[in-house]
């Protein structure tokens, strides 16, 4: 099968994007790990990064996120987590995981030893408010569809806080 990333039609707009860890590998079990991802993403907000809503899960995370050139920032985002994620499981000797991360890389991916994150972030355009307002709800629902929890806003790693008028981890853009 060909390798497929999907397209990214206007750079600038707002997409929702999926990030899956390479074989659905549970990584984002830890805060720490969870951390990796959040300060990286309040990196790039400081630097023009737009986020609307996202959800982090053991496996992968979903995001809503608008920027000047989108594509740049996801493998800016996808390159910098990638490294300090295997870095945090070099340095706490997490050799299970590391080496799933070598077995599962793609053969094409030759550069490192490890590959993280899958390839592609499945990227879809939101055209208008309803759009967005379905996967906003989508994001949020998806803690609650694993039995995580009970309400949307109990989830720690999610934007459904914010919506909910509460302090989250992360800021967002509220402004459609």
Same mark, same amino acid.
């Given at each position: 099968m060909g390798r497929s990333r999907y397209l990214i039609t206007d750079p600038t707009a707002p997409h929702f994007l +999926?990030? +899956?860890?390479?074989?659905?590998?549970p990584i984002f079990t830890r805060p720490d790990t969870v951390?990796?991802?959040l300060d990286s993403?309040?990196? *790039? =907000?400081?630097?023009? %990064?737009k986020i609307y809503a996202w959800v982090i899960l053991e496996n992968h995370l979903h995001l809503i996120a608008q920027s000047d050139n989108l594509p740049r920032d996801i493998q800016r985002f &996808?390159?910098? +987590?990638?490294? !300090?994620? %295997?870095?945090? *499981?070099?340095q706490?000797?997490? &050799?299970? %995981? %590391?080496?799933?991360?070598?077995f599962y890389k793609k053969a094409h991916k030759t550069e490192s =030893? /490890?590959?993280?994150?899958? !390839?592609?972030?499945?990227? !879809? *355009?939101? =055209?208008?408010?309803?759009i967005m307002r379905q996967k906003v709800e989508y994001i949020h629902a998806n803690p609650v569809k694993r039995g995580y929890v009970d309400f949307a !806003? /109990?989830?720690?790693?999610?934007?459904a806080r914010n919506f909910a008028g509460n302090a989250g981890l992360l800021g967002i853009c509220k402004n459609w």
């Amino acid at each position: 099968m060909g390798r497929s990333r999907y397209l990214i039609t206007d750079p600038t707009a707002p997409h929702f994007l +999926t990030f +899956t860890v390479l074989h659905w590998i549970p990584i984002f079990t830890r805060p720490d790990t969870v951390n990796i991802v959040l300060d990286s993403f309040r990196f *790039l =907000q400081k630097e023009n %990064l737009k986020i609307y809503a996202w959800v982090i899960l053991e496996n992968h995370l979903h995001l809503i996120a608008q920027s000047d050139n989108l594509p740049r920032d996801i493998q800016r985002f &996808k390159s910098f +987590t990638a490294r !300090e994620l %295997l870095n945090y *499981l070099q340095q706490h000797n997490v &050799k299970r %995981l %590391l080496d799933q991360f070598s077995f599962y890389k793609k053969a094409h991916k030759t550069e490192s =030893q /490890h590959q993280f994150w899958q !390839e592609g972030v499945h990227p !879809e *355009l939101i =055209q208008n408010p309803e759009i967005m307002r379905q996967k906003v709800e989508y994001i949020h629902a998806n803690p609650v569809k694993r039995g995580y929890v009970d309400f949307a !806003e /109990h989830w720690r790693y999610s934007s459904a806080r914010n919506f909910a008028g509460n302090a989250g981890l992360l800021g967002i853009c509220k402004n459609w």
